[in-house]
């Protein structure tokens, strides 16, 4: 079982950029697809984005055209590329497998966006 643990968060102007890492701890990615998810303060968990193992994507509507996932498997890690980010991009993000494993949650890495 693949563990992840996530990297790159922090505090950034609106319109300004981030890059988040999502790393293998244990295991390796093999098959599994790996996805980004976000929860902001008093909200629930969303998805945000996923990547196959043959790079097919797949992003919900309000990042798309910002935002863009990146696999390297000889690394087991999964990238977040963020552009372009809003306040409402504020949240903790998470990777995981997809569909995820409620037991392979990890501690996440703050994203704050300010306006």
């Known amino acids: 079982q693949v563990q992840l643990v996530e990297s790159g968060g922090g505090l950034v102007q609106a319109g300004g950029s981030l890059t988040l890492t999502c790393a293998a701890s244990?295991?390796?990615?093999?098959?599994?697809?790996i996805g980004w998810f976000r929860q902001a303060p008093g909200k629930q968990r969303e998805f945000v984005a996923a990547i196959t193992r043959y790079r097919d994507t797949n992003y919900i509507n309000s990042v798309k055209g910002r935002f863009t996932i990146s696999r390297d498997d000889s690394e087991s890690t999964v990238y977040l590329q963020m552009n372009n980010l809003k306040p409402e991009d504020t949240a903790m993000y998470y990777c995981?497998?997809?569909?995820?494993?409620?037991?392979?949650w990890g501690q996440g890495t703050q994203v704050t966006i300010s306006s």
């Open positions: 244990r295991g390796t990615f093999g098959a599994y697809v």
């Open positions: 995981n497998v997809v569909p995820p494993r409620g037991d392979n």
